[in-house]
């Protein structure tokens, strides 16, 4: 009984995520569905699990944070995805973008290059129960050509510019998004594909962390050695 109580209080914050969605200008009916059907509690960390559906960024751990629902929002609708593409998202974080990706694609393939991250995001989509999406660790600024060509391509870490190897990997009419710029200032991004030909567009201001990698920037505080390093006590039960 307490279980199916709190899952119905969590529903009703959903609900009311959902709404102020709609209110912000997210008309996509898709993408506001897939708000109302994902857990986000799940990829928080247990201690702030209580602002779970708050429209703010949250801290999730090794320096790295999960983005304002928002952010999201006008991400994935941005894409104008069908439901049967096959997407690249670099940079699980917590894992909430790729549970969202996978109530409007066929099948998701998403990058962390934080091992720690990663197992905890399998941890959430698992619970969250999306069994289209395959959590990889590695650098996503090489993208990962197995699976290519992907329909969409999300990158939710800042560069200057995109990497090479996206662009390449990108499938002829597919969309790629990507906040560029530097930690200060940065834009979001939209690229389609047209052919040898990549048209791109400017959507919004934007903040996320930088992508750190070969096509990326460097950054000496999260080297891939360190990954395992510190416990983090708030995440124990993810
Ligand atoms: N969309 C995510 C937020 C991601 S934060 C969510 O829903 O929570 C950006 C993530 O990109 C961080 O976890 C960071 O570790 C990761 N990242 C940075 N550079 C990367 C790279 N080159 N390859 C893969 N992941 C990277």
Redesign the pocket.
């Known amino acids: 009984m307490e279980a199916g109580r709190i899952a119905d209080t969590y529903a009703g914050y959903r609900a009311r995520l959902v709404e102020r969605l709609r209110e912000q200008g997210i008309g996509d009916l898709a993408v506001l569905r897939a708000f109302g059907e994902t857990p986000r509690h799940l990829?928080i960390p247990e201690a702030l699990r209580e602002r779970g559906y708050e429209d703010t960024a949250l801290p999730?751990g090794?320096g790295?944070?999960?983005?304002r629902p928002l952010t999201?929002a006008i991400s994935l609708a941005a894409l104008s995805l069908r439901g049967r593409e096959r997407v690249l998202?670099?940079?699980?974080?917590?894992?909430?973008?790729?549970a969202l990706l996978s109530h409007l694609v066929a099948q998701v393939f998403t990058?962390?290059?934080?091992t720690q991250?990663a197992d905890r995001?399998r941890e959430g989509l698992a619970r969250a129960g999306a069994r289209n999406v395959t959590v990889l660790v590695?650098?996503?600024?090489l993208g990962w050509r197995p699976y290519a060509p992907y329909d969409a391509i999300v990158v939710?870490?800042a560069a200057p510019s995109v990497p090479r190897p996206l662009l390449d990997q990108l499938a002829d009419g597919g969309r790629l998004l990507m906040p560029l710029g530097d930690r200060e200032s940065q834009e979001l991004v939209r690229i389609t594909r047209r052919g040898s030909a990549f048209n791109d567009e400017r959507l919004s201001a934007a903040s996320?962390?930088?992508?750190?990698?070969?096509h990326?920037v460097s950054d000496v505080r999260?080297p891939m050695s360190d990954v395992r390093e510190t416990p983090d006590p708030g995440h124990s039960d993810i």
Not at 89 to 98: D, I, K, N
Not at 111 to 114: A, H, K, N, Q, S
Not at 208 to 214: D, N, T, Y
């Open positions: 990829f999730i090794r790295q944070t999960i983005s999201h998202e670099v940079g699980t974080g917590s894992g909430y973008q790729a990058i962390e290059r934080l991250l995001a590695g650098d996503g600024s939710s870490a996320f962390v930088p992508l750190v990698g070969r990326g999260y």
